[in-house]
């Protein structure tokens, strides 16, 4: 059961930027977001809901700073956004960043997303049952 708070992350990223780089680099896409949050965040007519992907972003980087890490020894794929069964976004962690959580004591990431007509943003919170290790270099 998570317990302390052993980190804290919080980030924005400019919607149009987003835009820009999946339009301009669309292998990005299968590069940043899993499977599962490029269908969440595709409309029925097959257009990207690029506030969403951007927020998810945010997250992935939040979940860095939570981590106190930075994207070190993970990918952005091994972040994972999802919602619940009533909609509120939960991190599930992969391969790499699943190793760096256990490392740093963290068993618990509680997820904040919000949107503007110019951002995504996140804020996520860190839990754990001990203090964290030291951060791996290299």
């Not at 059961?1 to 292998?27: C, L, Y």
């Not at 896409?29 to 499977?35: D, S």
């Not at 904040?112 to 290299?138: K, M």
């Amino acid at each position: 059961m998570a317990g302390a708070v052993v980190g804290v992350g919080v980030d924005a990223v400019e919607i149009a930027r987003v835009r820009h780089a999946i339009t301009r680099t669309p292998a990005l896409l299968a590069r940043v977001w899993t499977p599962q949050e490029r269908r969440r965040c595709t409309t029925a007519d097959g257009r990207w809901r690029v506030p969403e992907l951007a927020a998810r972003f945010a997250a992935k980087e939040a979940v860095a700073k939570a981590l106190g890490t930075g994207i070190a020894g993970f990918a952005f794929c091994d972040v994972e956004v999802v919602p619940d069964r009533r909609g509120k976004p939960e991190i599930v962690l992969h391969r790499g960043a699943a190793e760096v959580a256990a490392a740093r004591g963290v068993a618990d990431l509680q997820a904040s997303l919000s949107t503007s007509a110019e951002l995504g943003l996140a804020f996520v919170v860190a839990q754990g049952s001990r203090a964290p290790g030291p951060v791996a270099s290299g």
